[in-house]
C-alpha cells in the first residue's frame, strides 16, 4: 500500500509493517491517493508526485547480510589519534587494535564505529557498551560515535554492535579493551610512598613528643630536685630553730628553776622566824602585821613551788613514786582539811565515798597538789552559802580514743570535786588546761590567781596514767573528775616506790612547814588559806608584798639580833 511516508509492506501473519522510502528507490516519499495498479502479471504500480513505481512484489527480498562491525576512528579530546603519532596510545591502526592503554589525562575520548553493509548504509544502527561502567547497551540508532568522559583509572571493555538497514544484528560486535593508567599520585608505589611517609612522620611524631616528655621530665626532675634541695635547706634551718629553741626553752626551764630555788630559800627565812614571832607578838598590830608577812610569804611560796613543779614535770625529771595506799582515808583527810576554810566562808562541805576501801597506787605528795588544787578552786569560786562536795567511787576508766586498750580497758577510781559556785563558759572550758590560762583575765579581775594550777594538776594527773574531765555550767557549778587507774600494770616498775603501805595520812595540822622537794606548804597547812574577803585582804601585789615582807623581816630581825645574837647570827649566815 502507499502512503504519503512511501509504501509499506503489511504481514497480515505477523500483523507487522515493513516500509520502504526515497532512500529504497522510490519515485518520492508521496504518493497519490488512487494511484495504484496491479497488472495481471502481478506486477504493483503506485503513482506519486515524482512518477510511477512499478515492481514484482515476490523480488523485494530481505537483506539478511549480518554486517561486520568495526571500530574505525578513536579520538581524545575531539582530534582523531593515529597510530603513526610519535607517544601515541596506538601501536596499530584501531580498526584492528585488540587494546588500548591511555593516560588519565586523556579525559574526553570518543570512537566512531561502523556497520560494514553497504546495501542501505544511513539504515544500519548501532548499540555500544562500556563494559565495568555502563550496565546496559546504549541504543544510538544510526549515530556511529561514542564519546566517554572523565572515566575512573580501570580496565574496561568498549564493545560496538550493529545492525543492517533490515535489523540484521551482529551480535558479536566489535570490542576493545581499555586500560586507563591512574595518575602517578594515585599509582601503588605513589600509595607506597604516602604510606612510607606516614609512617616516618608517625614515628617523628612519637619521637618527637617522646623527646619533648624526656624534656619536661628532667625539667620536673630539676624542679624537684630543687624544690627537695630547699625544703631540705629549709628544714635544716626549722632543725636549727627548734634546737635554739629547745636550748632556750632548756635556759628558760633552768632559770625557772634557779630563780625559784633562789627565792624560796630568802621566803622560808622570812616564814620561820614570822611564824615565831607571831607566837610570841603581844600586840594586836604586829600580830596582825606578821600575819600579813606569812600569808602573803605562803602564797608566794606557793606559786614559786607550783612553777617548779611545772618546770620539773616539763624538763621529764619530775618521776611519779607511786605506793599502794588506801585513795578514800587519803581523800576524806584531804577534804576534812578544808573544814576551817568552809566554815569561814560558810560554805557546806561534804565528803562522799562509794566504797569504804581503794586501793590505789599513787604519788602521796602529787595527788595532795591535785586535790589541793582542785578543791582550792572550788572554795574560791564558790560564794557564801554554796557547796563542795567530793566524791570518789569505782567505775570504768574514760581515758578517751587516745590511750592505749590495755589502759583504756582498766577499772578506774573516779574522784569528783563538785562546787555550786560561778561555773566556766562552755568556749572556756577547753582552754582552762592550758597554762597561764585564766577565764577572767582582766587586770579588775575578782578573783586572784595565775593560771598555773590546773595545768599542773592536768600534768599530775596525767603522770599518773589518769584523766581529768571537766563539767561546768555558768552559774550553776562545776565538776572536775579524776580517773586513776586501779591496780599497777599501767605503772612502769620504775614509777612503783613501795609494795605496800599500810595507811597513808594527810598533814593538815598547823606547825612547821615541811619544805620537801615537791612540797606545797598550803597544802598541807589549809590555816595559810588566804580570804578573798576584801575587808581582810589589803589588794597588794606580789612584788609589792614581797618587798614589804622583805622590810619588815628586816625590821624584825634587827629586834630579834639584839635578844639572840646567836641566833641571827646563824640565821644570816643561812640567808646568805
Ligand atoms: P588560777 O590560779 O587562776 O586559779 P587555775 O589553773 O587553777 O588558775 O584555773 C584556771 C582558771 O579556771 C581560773 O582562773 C578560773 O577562771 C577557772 N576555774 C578553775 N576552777 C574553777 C571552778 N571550780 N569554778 C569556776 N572556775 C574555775
Avoid at 589519534?81 to 584501531?94: E, G
Wanted: some cysteine; aromatic content about 10%; proline content about 4%.
Amino acid at each position: 500500500m502507499s502512503t504519503n511516508q512511501g509504501l509499506s509492506k503489511f504481514n497480515p501473519r505477523t500483523r507487522t509493517f515493513k516500509n520502504y522510502d526515497v532512500k529504497d528507490g522510490l519515485q518520492d516519499n508521496e504518493f497519490n491517493a488512487g494511484a495504484y495498479f496491479k497488472s495481471a502479471s502481478g506486477k504493483l504500480f503506485f503513482g506519486g508526485v515524482n512518477g510511477v513505481n512499478a515492481f514484482y512484489p515476490e523480488d523485494i527480498r530481505e537483506n539478511s547480510h549480518v554486517p561486520p562491525i568495526v571500530i574505525t576512528d578513536f579520538q581524545i579530546f575531539n582530534r582523531a589519534v593515529s597510530f603513526k603519532a610519535s607517544n601515541s596510545p596506538l601501536q596499530k591502526s584501531i580498526a584492528e587494535a585488540k587494546a588500548l592503554t591511555l593516560p588519565y589525562s586523556a579525559k574526553v575520548f570518543s570512537f566512531g564505529f561502523a556497520a560494514l553493509d553497504y546495501t542501505e548504509p544511513a539504515k544500519n544502527r548501532y548499540a555500544y557498551k562500556m563494559e565495568n561502567f555502563d550496565r546496559d547497551w546504549q541504543q544510538v540508532g544510526t549515530s556511529r560515535t561514542a564519546t566517554y568522559t572523565n572515566l575512573n583509572p580501570g580496565r574496561y571493555v568498549f564493545r560496538v554492535k550493529g545492525s543492517n538497514n533490515d535489523g540484521v544484528w551482529n551480535e558479536e560486535g566489535a570490542a576493545i579493551q581499555i586500560i586507563i593508567t591512574p595518575p602517578w599520585w594515585k599509582t601503588w608505589w605513589a600509595y607506597a610512598l604516602y604510606m612510607i611517609a606516614g609512617v616516618a612522620a608517625l614515628a617523628g611524631f612519637v619521637k618527637r613528643r617522646e623527646y619533648a616528655l624526656r624534656k619536661r621530665t628532667r625539667a620536673l626532675e630539676a624542679a624537684v630536685a630543687e624544690r627537695t634541695a630547699q625544703v631540705q635547706t629549709q628544714n635544716e634551718r626549722l632543725e636549727a630553730q627548734a634546737h635554739k629553741l629547745q636550748e632556750a626553752d632548756h635556759l628558760k626551764s633552768n632559770f625557772f628553776a634557779n630563780i625559784s630555788h633562789e627565792f624560796r630559800t630568802p621566803l622560808t627565812l622570812i616564814l620561820g622566824p614570822a611564824e615565831q614571832e607571831l607566837d610570841k607578838a603581844p600586840e594586836e598590830t604586829s600580830k596582825r602585821n606578821l600575819q600579813l608577812i606569812k600569808r602573803n610569804a605562803q602564797r608566794l611560796l606557793r606559786l614559786i613551788n607550783q612553777l617548779l613543779d611545772l618546770s620539773r614535770l616539763e624538763s621529764g625529771k619530775a618521776q611519779l613514786q607511786a605506793a599502794p595506799r588506801k585513795l578514800v582515808e587519803f581523800l576524806k583527810g584531804l577534804t576534812m582539811s578544808f573544814a576551817s576554810l568552809a566554815e569561814r566562808k560558810r560554805i557546806a562541805l561534804q565528803f562522799h565515798s562509794q566504797a569504804e576501801k581503794l586501793l590505789v597506787y599513787f604519788d602521796q605528795d602529787k595527788l595532795e597538789k591535785i586535790f589541793y588544787n582542785l578543791l582550792s578552786n572550788a572554795f574560791k569560786f564558790t560564794p557564801e552559802g554554796g557547796e563542795v562536795i567530793v566524791d570518789c567511787g569505782l567505775g570504768n576508766a574514760d581515758f578517751g580514743a587516745d590511750r592505749a586498750i590495755a589502759i583504756r580497758n582498766l577499772k578506774s577510781a573516779i574522784i569528783n570535786v563538785r562546787d555550786t559556785g560561778i561555773g566556766i563558759p562552755a568556749d572556756r572550758l577547753p582552754h582552762i588546761f592550758d597554762r597561764f590560762y585564766q577565764v577572767d583575765s582582766s587586770s579588775t579581775r575578782e578573783y586572784e590567781g595565775t593560771g598555773i594550777g590546773l595545768a599542773l594538776v592536768k600534768e599530775l594527773v596525767e603522770l599518773h596514767h589518769g584523766n581529768l574531765r571537766v563539767a561546768s555550767a555558768v552559774g550553776k557549778g562545776s565538776v572536775f573528775t579524776v580517773h586513776l587507774p586501779l591496780g599497777k600494770d599501767h605503772l612502769r616498775p620504775e614509777e612503783i616506790i613501795a609494795t605496800a603501805v599500810k595507811a597513808t595520812r594527810v598533814d593538815s595540822g598547823f606547825g612547821t612547814a615541811d619544805f620537801g622537794e615537791m612540797s606545797a606548804i598550803p597544802i598541807r597547812n589549809p590555816k595559810f588559806w588566804r580570804s578573798n574577803n576584801p575587808a581582810t585582804r589589803p589588794s597588794f601585789s606580789s612584788s609589792k608584798i614581797m618587798r614589804i615582807s622583805v622590810i619588815l623581816f628586816g625590821a624584825i630581825w634587827s629586834r630579834r639580833t639584839k635578844s639572840s645574837k646567836r641566833r641571827t647570827a646563824s640565821k644570816a649566815g643561812r640567808m646568805r
